[in-house]
């Protein structure tokens, strides 16, 4: 597509349930990026993917969180159980390689309540 | 130390001088080096990279970089009331993420 695209825009839960974010990339893009970003802090690194291969998921907070990127486009974090700490905003972000800038979607709010 | 630091802010300037906005990185931030441009309630957009010592000009924006003082700058010449947003930096790793600092907000007064 012509741009990052994440749904849903918005999403409340309750506590406890799952939740999938969706991350849709820029089309051609190798590099996808998982970021969460608290209000009035820079993004804060998650995982990220080259094709379909988990790089690094050493930002991942704990075993709730997981993401997946099974044929290489797009990705989709799942957060388990969710607790009210887990509200924030997730960001996708994707590059045309490893080492590029990155373009980020707009973002999914989760609020946990 | 954080990997990758900036003053927060908020920096203000008058319209039409040049605003300067700094960051200091750590040893486990070395490969490539960007400036974000994020408005309120937006997406950080991409406005400068840097890879290597010196400066980089694009436009009214210049960055810099010195890796002997781990130091990377972005000037804003002519600032625009546009311009008011929070500017954030990030250093690429051997492992190829990103690493953002917090953000330095700019406000340009007219």
């Known amino acids: 597509g012509a741009g990052v695209s994440q749904s849903p825009r918005y999403k409340v839960t309750k506590r406890g349930q799952d939740v999938a974010l969706r991350c849709d990339p820029i089309?051609?893009?190798?590099?996808l990026y998982w970021y969460r970003q608290a209000l009035g802090q820079g993004p804060e690194f998650l995982t990220y993917f080259n094709y379909e291969a988990q790089q690094d998921k050493s930002g991942l907070p704990n075993d709730r969180f997981s993401a997946e990127r099974p044929e290489g486009s797009i990705s989709t974090l799942t957060i388990q159980r969710t607790e009210q700490r887990d509200s924030a905003m997730y960001r996708c972000?994707?590059?045309?390689?490893?080492?590029?800038?990155?373009?980020f979607g707009s973002g999914t709010r989760l609020t946990v309540v | 130390q954080k990997e990758v630091e900036q003053n927060s802010g908020p920096l203000s300037v008058p319209e039409g001088a040049i605003a300067s906005l700094n960051c200091t990185y750590s040893d486990r931030v070395s490969q490539s080096f960007f400036w974000y441009r994020q408005y309120s309630g937006k997406s950080p957009e991409l406005i400068m990279s840097?890879?290597?010592?010196g400066d980089k000009e694009d436009g009214r924006f210049t960055a810099q970089l010195n890796k002997a003082s781990q130091y990377v700058s972005l000037l804003i010449r002519d600032s625009q009331p546009s311009d008011s947003a929070t500017y954030l930096c990030?250093?690429?790793?051997?492992?190829?993420?990103?690493?953002f600092g917090q953000g330095t907000e700019l406000s340009v007064k007219p």
């Open positions: 972000a994707s590059s045309p390689g490893q080492g590029d800038g990155y373009t």
């Open positions: 840097i890879y290597s010592n």
């Open positions: 990030a250093g690429g790793n051997q492992g190829g993420k990103l690493i």
């Open positions: 089309s051609g893009h190798v590099s």
